[in-house]
């Protein structure tokens, strides 16, 4: 009786995982109450791994009190509750969810057999699904379905042997399976409850396809060894953090013939958030002396794989340092786990080889996001042929693009036109994950905001102006303005407190998010917010969050500062009364899992990934948590559709790259002559043969006059569009085709070093001058109605990563002052009045002056439908422009969907083909 009190407390105090684990010390004796599984040809661990029991009890009486409630099953290993069961059958017109109802309603959750941690698992099961619950909580109890998915949703697929849900007592409740899932999986984790200080334990099983992606993975190992990559697409939301620490965990001590394949894994991840989480998780597992290491410093990764360490955390910053560490450990395989692995949208190698010849000016025209140093480093790696076959790569990323596919993604079997696509080792996508409740629809009510200008000319001067750049920096000044900013600001702060607040969103709880473009409108809306809530006599507070020190009004701020407390610390506040409003600028973006977050005001432009990953912040599942909603005063409904479309279910590559595109960009380039073949070739025996720079810089610096000297300005942008694209599908092509072409080899070198050295076109700003010529009269805001997108329930593919490259320097259109106020005032105004006929404006005018549009131009260096995306925006500011003159047509494109699409489809026919 002893010994089981003694069992009971500890069961109480650790749980019945870790008991079954580690066992109980009782006196001076040592209990193991469970026999883990046994190493292969181990004839005493396998003996003792026999005599494990489980067991199924049915009909099980667990009440003391109401002695005629019984479950309907109960499982149990060596005596000690794993898993309790409901079970429905829709013949007698029961579901799963009438399962899950009796453990709400009928399971009393103090009683002992349902105390935290007693038990591991409750499931709720049917004929066709499957949910569980890890703590019993009376109406609070959180179920979370176990499926497999069915067509990238939900459900589970027919099964032509037997019952839908047969998987769970034939592959996860099998005595190996469940002792698994025990050994690797299940744990107890503590967390810290920053409103209260209290610590909560929280007991983890893993998801379906948790389980399904690290045993997948494991036996590829298994079977191939190392030096593979695996892209494994996993929506936003959907526990990789988890995941990846288990599968780290388990690549550890995986074995092929015998002995280990891997000598120490790597986990590299951005998301400094989480660098605790996946460092807890995996710590909890580290029995056996398999410790776990934090690279910060440039020696402390030599360091940890020279001691031995077997888990080693690093960032994405640290990337290629590690790529380079492991080159130089011959006898040692790693497994290398990256998290949110991106491509990149530029030429890799160019900032490195810039950054080699002192050059820090880099390219400010091409946007990265710290993630796409994954693919730059191992790019570069690849195009020097050292990549090592002593590294497997598994890349986690809920967004894959072009790049990405190609770079980890299995190739699939040509197809009928005789093109390779690529797909993901392993995928859960959004709409299953929408659909299960792991995650929220963060698009079912996405809200666009129309804001409207009017302006009124100050002076009498009408001087001439260049009508696009005065349109840009009318809008900068108008969205800029204090007016502007505070009526934004009070627009978010009533719609917070009374749809969100008043409606008891999150029971009371809920949060927002406010994304701005940049961190003096973060610090504007910050002063705004701080005005309106003091006014309004609301509790409540904001948070602004940016990265460094910012010049404001006449001194310098920071987050700590503003706030009144550390950066460090606004993660834990923004959970804590009396904090509901957290402003960003460029942080918070990526990476941050905050499920208190119900509602995100937008005014900032987003497109494709970005846009995605920033919407996604609202998506994370809360028990509470219903609904969530974005309202953007920036983008359009038609933009936020096209950047979730390329990531809707799984993404496949619509064709490989063409390398044949190579020798017209090369021959386009030669043609130029901005360079001879001397040139490259003494360039490149001076840059192999480690020349300095004083070496290099004569033959560029001759080079750059030429291209100044002899090209004009169309000639300029056209040479360095293509250099710049040559270099990028270069790069990425010699990762993944089989041959090398020494030409090119030696054009992108040179290509490389000179592109960053060549001006851009000079233009005279002919729109200087009109800030000081306009005042603000109005500026209203005017909410469309709440829409839903619906996504193509279609399988998305991307396109391959372009390699048409050039342009034209778009030529200035010159107006009188009053015609752009016109102009502007009826782009974002109110109606038109007279009418005219414009259908062959479409060809003549709308087309060129789309074309042109320096957002299109560069979007067309992404995905189709990015690109799509920003030609649509191009095409909606154009239409509104030139349209002026004629409000039926101008009504038609704005109203009726099918001649929009019509108008669009024509002028994204045309200007493509540029």
């Not at 597992?285 to 990764?301: I, K, N």
């Amino acid at each position: 009786l002893k010994f089981l009190a003694r069992l009971s407390a500890e069961i109480g105090k650790r749980g019945v995982i870790d008991v079954l684990r580690k066992g109980v010390e009782h006196g001076p004796v040592h209990f193991d109450l469970f026999y883990g599984t046994p190493s292969p040809g181990n004839a005493k661990a396998e003996a003792l791994h026999a005599q494990n029991r489980f067991s199924i009890t049915r009909q099980l009486a667990y009440s003391m009190d109401e002695t005629r409630r019984a479950l309907d099953l109960g499982l149990f290993i060596n005596g000690l509750p794993i898993a309790t069961f409901e079970l429905k059958n829709s013949l007698t017109k029961q579901t799963v969810e009438d399962a899950v109802e009796q453990y709400k309603r009928d399971r009393d959750p103090r009683e002992r057999l349902f105390d935290f941690g007693r038990c591991v698992v409750h499931f709720a099961v049917d004929d066709s699904a499957v949910e569980m619950c890890t703590e019993l909580a009376g109406k609070r109890s959180w179920f979370l379905p176990f499926n497999k998915g069915y067509k990238d949703g939900a459900g589970n697929p027919p099964n032509p042997h037997g019952l839908k849900p047969d998987y769970l007592w034939k592959e996860v409740l099998t005595p190996a399976g469940l002792t698994n899932i025990l050994e690797n999986y299940a744990q107890i984790v503590e967390e810290k409850d920053l409103r209260t200080g209290k610590k909560k334990r929280k007991q983890v099983w893993p998801r379906y396809h948790q389980l399904g992606v690290v045993r997948q993975a494991l036996a590829d190992v298994r079977a191939h060894g190392a030096g593979k990559r695996y892209l494994i697409q996993h929506s936003a939301g959907s526990g990789k953090s988890n995941s990846i620490a288990w599968l780290a965990h388990q690549l550890i001590g995986l074995k092929r013939d015998d002995r280990e394949v891997f000598d120490s894994v790597i986990v590299v991840t951005d998301r400094r958030l989480l660098d605790d989480q996946i460092q807890t998780t995996i710590k909890q597992f580290m029995q056996v002396g398999a410790t776990v290491g934090h690279a910060e410093g440039s020696g402390d990764l030599r360091k940890f794989i020279e001691e031995g360490k077997k888990i080693i955390v690093s960032t994405v910053q640290k990337f290629p340092h590690i790529l380079d560490e492991i080159a130089t450990e011959g006898g040692k395989t790693f497994a290398i786990v990256i998290d949110e692995a991106h491509s990149s949208q530029g030429g890799k190698t160019s900032a490195a080889m810039s950054q080699a010849l002192g050059d820090q000016a880099g390219d400010e025209d091409e946007e990265k996001d710290s993630e796409d140093t994954v693919n730059e480093a191992l790019e570069q790696r690849m195009a020097a042929r050292k990549m090592l076959t002593n590294a497997s790569y598994f890349a986690f990323t809920a967004t894959p693009k072009n790049k990405t596919l190609e770079m980890f993604g299995e190739p699939l079997p040509l197809d009928a036109e005789g093109k390779v696509k690529h797909r993901p080792f392993h995928s859960y996508t959004m709409k299953q994950a929408i659909e299960e409740g792991f995650i929220l629809d963060v698009l079912k009510t996405y809200t666009p905001v129309d804001s409207y200008y009017k302006l009124v000319k100050k002076t009498e001067d009408d001087p001439e102006f260049d009508t696009k750049k005065a349109q840009k920096k009318l809008r900068r000044y108008v969205e800029s303005h204090d007016h502007a900013i505070r009526l934004k600001a009070e627009i978010m702060v009533d719609h917070f407190h009374e749809q969100v607040l008043a409606a008891g969103k999150i029971g009371g709880q809920a949060r927002a998010m406010v994304v701005t473009s940049g961190v003096e409108r973060a610090i504007q809306y910050f002063h705004a917010f701080k005005a309106y809530l003091v006014e309004r006599k609301s509790p409540y507070q904001a948070i602004v969050a940016f990265s460094g020190q910012y010049e404001y009004g006449s001194a310098k701020v920071s987050e700590a500062s503003l706030n009144g407390f550390s950066s460090k610390d606004i993660a834990a506040k923004i959970q804590t009364d009396p904090y509901r409003f957290l402003i960003c600028a460029d942080k918070f973006q990526t990476g941050y899992d905050e499920p208190l977050l119900h509602t995100m005001y937008v005014d900032k432009p987003l497109s494709g990934i970005k846009a995605v990953q920033t919407l996604s912040r609202l998506n994370r599942a809360h028990p509470q948590k219903h609904d969530c909603f974005v309202l953007d005063f920036q983008n359009n409904s038609e933009a936020i559709t096209f950047a979730f479309q390329d990531y809707y279910r799984t993404t496949l590559l619509a064709e490989e790259t063409d390398p044949n595109k190579l020798h017209d960009l090369k021959a386009a380039l030669d043609a130029a002559q901005v360079y001879s073949p001397e040139q490259v070739q003494k360039v490149v025996e001076l840059f192999l043969g480690d020349a300095d720079r004083d070496q290099l810089d004569p033959i560029l610096d001759a080079c750059v006059a030429v291209y100044v000297d002899r090209l004009d300005e169309n000639g300029q942008v056209d040479f360095k569009g293509k250099a710049k694209v040559f270099c990028r599908t270069y790069s990425f092509l010699s990762s993944v085709i089989p041959y090398s072409n020494a030409e090119w080899e030696k054009l992108s070198i040179l290509l490389n070093l000179l592109t960053p050295k060549l001006p851009a076109p000079q233009e005279e700003d002919l729109a200087k001058g009109i800030l000081e010529a306009i005042d603000m009269d109005s500026y209203r805001v005017e909410k469309k109605a709440a829409m839903k997108i619906a996504l193509e329930d279609k399988d998305a593919e991307i396109e391959p990563v372009p390699t048409e490259a050039g342009g034209r320097k778009s030529e200035p259109e010159l107006d009188r002052l009053s015609n752009i106020l016109k102009t502007f005032n009826e782009q974002f105004g109110t109606l038109f009045t007279d009418t005219d006929r414009v259908a062959k404006r479409i060809r003549d005018d709308i087309a060129p002056k789309v074309a042109a549009d320096a957002a299109y131009q560069n979007a067309k260096e992404n995905t189709p439908h990015t690109a799509r995306m920003a030609h649509d925006q191009a095409l909606a500011k154009v239409m509104q422009h030139l349209l002026k003159d004629d409000t039926q047509v101008y009504k038609q494109f704005v109203e009726n969907e099918s001649f929009k699409r019509f108008v669009g489809d024509m002028v994204y026919a045309i200007t493509s083909q540029g």
